[in-house]
């Protein structure tokens, strides 16, 4: 009934190849986009957006790049958050050390890229070695990031642990002083994020639909019938490891940025890698819009909880307890979703999704 | 990305239609209070934010409040985790329609990552005995306070303490010092200066890093062995503190050279350690114990009467609790300042300037019920931390018991005020700060900056 199909013919190859065939799609997805653009800055407070939106936005990138490397390509890895400890500390160089006409977003792709070449020496293990040796091997990353950074201050300006990022990084074109609007309000910061994430969630879309995307897949599924059929599997490896790189340290550096305004080592710690390994399994391995259900869930559900605390039961337990049984509901929850639907949220959507086309008449 | 319209939608909506507020009733302060109750801090978390609870909950019993404005809070659990404590802050900003006064989230990574913010909101950043040095400066960050001793006065304070126990300054020249830290915002803070004070009394120095939580240190014991230093100063927090007393005893170090800092010296934290910890020294502000009258009313209206914070009866007069007390404190002072001149129902930009002005002599913590307990402070506007002086004290394992060790000592307040300025100035430049003339009288006591 929702997701109807019928009366939609297509009726060329390019047609049948598009974003989003079925109309209901199309339009629920075009309103929602105007509604984060165009309603979201002005009814959400800065609560929602300071600590809801805009770190969902960071992590959901970094859990896009990794599900490209993991999810797509099958390469394991555990250095997440040490390359958006990279991207975080190369946008924040770019910006302090370049001349004036340096903008955030270009700081950003370059920040990116950078992490990406790094991605890619970390990633040389994996033409040899596989699943768990492959993982160990990129807890380097992990480390030799945090390392790095703790050894050269030079990075992080000489400051003693902690960067506060200045306001004026966030202008873009001298617009905050011509129309005198403040750049690193909330509401640009947000928008700013929204902007990219929506730019890479929709170039990761389409990478999955082209050739390489399925050399990606390829290889995944297993490469050495992929090397038999004909697809250079370092090559596609070493690509692999680029972009996912390349989104987690654009992730990395909207996370310090846009989120927490503060550069620092201690952001990017070893759990971070694993809080955006559960997001892509929760969310669903191989699915672009499952890293953002993981996001959202991961990120949202113990502070829900917490919120619950408040102001359900008004403080009537200690923030300990419900904060325990928070990470206790959170574990079985997990473990609930991954025995009902190993495929992780994304799945789970789909079949929704299916029902719904034939919902309200199954039969 | 479709079922994101229905999760934000219907997250949104929910959100939206309970927070609206109630309206509160008239004559309420808000002040938030972002605890840490789980964790490898707990100790320090509980104890903390127990005192102080469990000072404005005797101010509300005896006073009806702060200057006649009942005092409401509410928790919110940030795991001493720089993250949630940001969400938290975000959260916790206003709370039934009231707008914080004030933010004290007793952890360095947290309230540096809100100094910025802090003062774009007009909301004070309190940072009792730690935090980002440079904050001392209040003409370049306003919003930010560190009442009692920072980092650098600490560690200098150490130093004179540690040429005491050599018998004079002179005698540091060649001897070693480590410095063992927490590998945090708050451990790091300390290293550079920590060189700068070796090099000014010609002792050699080197810093080792623990990383957190801090619960495995034998490497890092062993490189103390092979180096051999004269003395170690223990920069740790929580579970590190009973695991550096108990590694060092084991690879036979002496624990009398092992000199603990401020956040070193809970009972907490010599307690889980045994007899490991028996003459163990840590630098602090304020005395253990039930040492003021304040903690005798506490105990008397509060736990005799089975209310009060604390799980553990037995951790009233603990170290942190009592800091916690402290800050209770000084942070009602700051209300009561900042209300003598704008009135009772104050904003959080009238308590900013609260907290700039505070002046706890001795005659006014007798009035408190807190001399003893609380350290003289006098803050103004070139100096946000106002105490600069602590004491030492030794831990007696026998009674179970911290005994006085020294008087007070003052910071080496000339030599960090040079790194503090240049690391102020360093602010400036690089984060877009327009620093206030704290030499005009009209910028001065304009209380909203």
């Known amino acids: 009934m929702i997701y109807r199909e019928t009366g939609t013919f297509i009726t060329s190859y390019i047609e049948d190849r598009k974003l989003f065939p079925i109309p209901f799609d199309k339009w629920a997805m075009a309103l929602f986009m105007l509604f984060m653009v165009f309603v979201i800055p002005f009814i959400a407070s800065d609560y929602w957006l300071a600590a809801h939106l805009i770190p969902i936005l960071a992590y959901g990138t970094a859990a896009l790049g990794l599900n490209l490397l993991t999810g797509m390509t099958g390469q394991l890895s555990l250095g997440t958050a040490g390359f958006m400890c990279f991207g975080a500390f190369f946008t924040f160089n770019i910006m302090l050390r370049s001349p004036e006409w340096m903008n955030l977003p270009l700081a950003l792709m370059l920040a990116g890229t950078v992490t990406g070449v790094i991605g890619i020496i970390f990633g040389l293990p994996s033409i040899r070695i596989k699943g768990f040796y492959l993982l160990v091997s990129t807890l380097a990353a992990q480390y030799f990031a945090l390392w790095f950074f703790r050894s050269y201050p030079y990075f992080l300006n000489y400051a003693t642990a902690t960067v506060t990022l200045p306001d004026h990084h966030f202008d873009l074109f001298g617009i905050g002083e011509t129309f005198d609007v403040d750049m690193a309000s909330f509401e640009a910061k947000y928008l700013l994020s929204l902007g990219i994430v929506t730019a890479l969630a929709l170039f990761a879309k389409n990478l999955m639909r082209s050739a390489t995307g399925r050399n990606f897949m390829a290889v995944r599924d297993m490469d050495i019938a992929a090397s038999v059929i004909g697809i250079p599997v370092i090559r596609t490896k070493m690509l692999a490891f680029f972009v996912s790189c390349f989104y987690c340290g654009v992730g990395g550096a909207l996370f310090c940025y846009a989120y927490l305004q503060v550069l620092g080592i201690r952001t990017f710690e070893m759990n971070r890698s694993f809080e955006i390994l559960f997001m892509v399994i929760i969310g669903g391995l191989g699915s672009i819009a499952g890293s953002f259900y993981g996001t959202i869930l991961v990120y949202e559900f113990p502070i829900l909880f917490s919120w619950a605390g408040d102001y359900i039961f008004k403080g009537a337990f200690d923030t300990a307890v419900v904060d325990n049984v928070a990470k206790i509901m959170y574990g079985i929850l997990i473990i609930a979703l991954l025995i009902r639907e190993p495929g992780g949220l994304a799945a789970l959507w789909a079949t929704a999704k299916q029902k719904l086309r034939t919902w309200p008449f199954p039969h | ?449």
């Open chain 2, 1 to 449: 990305m479709k079922t994101k319209i229905w999760i934000t939608g219907i997250a949104m909506a929910t959100a939206m239609a309970v927070t609206a507020p109630p309206v509160m009733a008239e004559g309420e302060v808000y002040i938030p209070m972002p605890v840490y109750r789980v964790g490898p801090y707990a100790t320090g978390g509980t104890g903390y934010f127990g005192g102080i609870i469990d000072y404005y909950t005797l101010m509300n019993m005896t006073e009806g409040g702060v200057g006649g404005m009942k005092i409401i809070w509410n928790e919110c659990e940030t795991n001493y985790n720089d993250q949630k404590g940001v969400e938290c802050y975000h959260r916790q900003k206003e709370f039934q329609g009231k707008p914080a006064l004030f933010f004290d989230p007793l952890s360095v990574g947290i309230s540096t990552s809100l100094v910025a913010q802090g003062r774009k909101d007009k909301i004070a950043i309190i940072a009792v005995n730690h935090g980002r040095t440079e904050g001392q400066r209040g003409d370049v960050f306003p919003y930010y306070f560190m009442p009692g001793i920072n980092t650098y006065d600490e560690h200098s304070i150490i130093t004179a303490y540690i040429g005491q126990l050599e018998g004079g300054m002179e005698n540091l020249a060649g001897k070693k010092i480590t410095l063992l830290f927490h590998g945090s915002t708050y451990g790091r803070e300390a290293v550079e200066f920590t060189h700068m004070l070796c090099e000014k009394h010609n002792c050699s120095s080197e810093a080792i890093e623990v990383p957190h939580p801090g619960n495995e240190q034998t490497s890092q014991w062993l490189k103390i062995r092979r180096s051999k230093p004269d003395y170690v100063v223990l920069r740790g927090w929580g579970v590190m503190n009973p695991v550096a007393m108990q590694t060092g005893v084991r690879m036979g170090f002496p624990i009398s050279n092992l000199i603990g800092n401020i956040w070193s010296n809970d009972d907490g934290d010599v307690k889980p350690a045994g007899s490991s910890a028996n003459g163990y020294q840590a630098i602090t502000t304020h005395p253990t114990g039930r040492v003021a009258s304040v903690i005798d009313e506490i105990v008397e209206k509060l736990y005799d009467q089975g209310m009060g914070d604390l799980e553990d009866k037995s951790r009233i007069g603990s170290n942190y609790w009592n800091l916690g007390v402290m800050a209770g404190v000084i942070h009602l002072e700051a209300v009561r300042v900042a209300q003598a001149r704008f009135g009772p129902d104050v904003n959080s930009a009238q308590v900013r300037w609260g907290f700039e002005n505070l002046n706890l002599d001795t005659a006014r913590l007798t009035e408190l019920g807190a001399n003893g307990l609380v350290p003289e402070i006098k803050t103004n506007c070139m100096d946000h931390v106002g105490g600069h002086q602590a004491k030492f004290m030794r831990w007696v394992y026998a009674e179970t018991k911290w005994e006085v060790a020294s008087d007070w000592i003052d910071g080496d307040v000339e030599l960090s005020q040079a790194i503090i300025d240049a690391k102020a100035e360093n602010a400036v430049a690089n984060e877009g700060i327009t620093p206030r003339d704290c030499n005009d009288p009209a910028q001065r006591d304009d209380f909203e900056v």
